[in-house]
Protein backbone atom coordinates (compact mmCIF):
# COMPACT_ATOMS: atom_id res chain seq x y z
CA UNK A 1 0.00 0.00 0.00
CA UNK A 2 0.92 3.66 -0.67
CA UNK A 3 0.01 7.07 0.05
CA UNK A 4 0.73 10.46 -1.32
CA UNK A 5 1.23 12.27 1.37
CA UNK A 6 1.43 15.86 2.55
CA UNK A 7 2.22 16.29 6.43
CA UNK A 8 0.74 19.29 6.47
CA UNK A 9 -2.76 18.48 5.94
CA UNK A 10 -5.19 17.15 8.34
CA UNK A 11 -7.10 14.66 6.31
CA UNK A 12 -3.71 13.18 4.83
CA UNK A 13 -2.58 12.82 8.19
CA UNK A 14 -5.47 11.28 9.54
CA UNK A 15 -5.73 9.23 6.64
CA UNK A 16 -1.93 7.84 7.53
CA UNK A 17 -3.13 7.16 11.16
CA UNK A 18 -6.19 4.93 9.74
CA UNK A 19 -3.72 3.03 8.01
CA UNK A 20 -1.14 2.57 10.39
CA UNK A 21 -3.70 1.81 13.25
CA UNK A 22 -4.91 -1.22 11.57
CA UNK A 23 -0.93 -2.27 11.13
CA UNK A 24 -0.82 -2.14 7.47
CA UNK A 25 2.83 -1.65 6.00
CA UNK A 26 2.58 1.39 3.90
CA UNK A 27 5.00 3.38 1.38
CA UNK A 28 4.49 6.88 2.35
CA UNK A 29 5.67 9.44 -0.54
CA UNK A 30 5.80 12.69 0.14
CA UNK A 31 5.61 14.38 -2.98
CA UNK A 32 6.41 18.18 -1.78
CA UNK A 33 9.11 16.74 -0.79
CA UNK A 34 10.22 14.22 -3.50
CA UNK A 35 8.24 14.86 -6.78
CA UNK A 36 6.62 12.81 -9.00
CA UNK A 37 7.44 12.38 -12.24
CA UNK A 38 5.36 12.36 -15.68
CA UNK A 39 4.46 8.72 -15.70
CA UNK A 40 3.75 8.34 -11.99
CA UNK A 41 1.53 10.88 -12.27
CA UNK A 42 -0.20 9.56 -15.43
CA UNK A 43 -0.51 5.76 -13.71
CA UNK A 44 -2.06 7.49 -10.48
CA UNK A 45 -4.66 9.31 -12.96
CA UNK A 46 -5.25 5.75 -14.42
CA UNK A 47 -6.15 4.02 -11.40
CA UNK A 48 -8.12 7.16 -10.13
CA UNK A 49 -10.25 6.96 -13.46
CA UNK A 50 -9.93 10.84 -13.52
CA UNK A 51 -8.60 13.76 -15.66
CA UNK A 52 -5.81 15.68 -14.74
CA UNK A 53 -7.96 18.86 -14.23
CA UNK A 54 -9.77 16.68 -11.86
CA UNK A 55 -6.97 15.71 -10.14
CA UNK A 56 -6.27 19.71 -9.13
CA UNK A 57 -7.25 21.46 -6.02
CA UNK A 58 -9.34 24.14 -6.83
CA UNK A 59 -9.21 26.25 -3.65
CA UNK A 60 -5.54 26.62 -4.04
CA UNK A 61 -4.31 29.92 -4.42
CA UNK A 62 -1.76 29.07 -6.85
CA UNK A 63 -4.89 27.69 -9.21
CA UNK A 64 -7.24 30.66 -8.64
CA UNK A 65 -4.29 33.19 -9.48
CA UNK A 66 -2.74 30.96 -12.24
CA UNK A 67 -5.28 28.69 -13.67
CA UNK A 68 -8.66 29.29 -12.93
CA UNK A 69 -10.76 29.88 -15.88
CA UNK A 70 -8.44 28.14 -18.26
CA UNK A 71 -9.23 25.93 -20.99
CA UNK A 72 -5.78 23.41 -21.04
CA UNK A 73 -5.75 20.16 -22.49
CA UNK A 74 -5.48 17.20 -19.92
CA UNK A 75 -1.56 16.82 -21.34
CA UNK A 76 -1.34 20.73 -20.07
CA UNK A 77 -3.34 19.98 -17.17
CA UNK A 78 -0.30 17.08 -15.86
CA UNK A 79 2.29 19.97 -16.47
CA UNK A 80 0.70 22.40 -14.26
CA UNK A 81 0.29 19.87 -11.65
CA UNK A 82 4.02 18.92 -11.92
CA UNK A 83 5.16 22.08 -12.38
CA UNK A 84 3.05 22.73 -8.76
CA UNK A 85 2.57 19.56 -6.97
CA UNK A 86 0.68 21.70 -4.30
CA UNK A 87 -2.28 21.64 -6.29
CA UNK A 88 -2.77 17.75 -6.36
CA UNK A 89 -5.49 16.69 -4.45
CA UNK A 90 -4.59 14.36 -1.35
CA UNK A 91 -3.93 11.90 0.57
CA UNK A 92 -4.13 9.49 -2.70
CA UNK A 93 -4.09 5.51 -1.63
CA UNK A 94 -2.94 3.03 -3.69
CA UNK A 95 -3.60 -0.62 -3.10
CA UNK A 96 -2.60 -3.24 -5.81
CA UNK A 97 -3.69 -1.65 -8.80
CA UNK A 98 -6.37 0.84 -7.18
CA UNK A 99 -6.57 4.16 -6.06
CA UNK A 100 -8.78 6.42 -4.14
CA UNK A 101 -8.89 9.94 -3.07
CA UNK A 102 -8.99 9.62 0.38
CA UNK A 103 -11.54 12.42 1.48
CA UNK A 104 -13.07 11.91 4.04
CA UNK A 105 -10.31 10.29 5.54
CA UNK A 106 -12.66 7.48 6.19
CA UNK A 107 -12.37 6.65 2.69
CA UNK A 108 -9.33 4.68 3.31
CA UNK A 109 -11.04 1.77 4.52
CA UNK A 110 -12.35 1.27 1.07
CA UNK A 111 -9.24 -0.33 -0.14
CA UNK A 112 -8.49 -1.90 3.20
CA UNK A 113 -11.65 -4.12 4.17
Do not use: T
Request: net charge positive; proline share 4%.
Amino acid sequence: MKIYHNSRCRKSREALKIIQLKGINIEIVEYLKSPIDKDELRAILKMLKISAFDLIRKNESVYKKLYKGKNFSNEEWLEVILSNPILMERPIIIKDNCALIARPSEKVLNLID
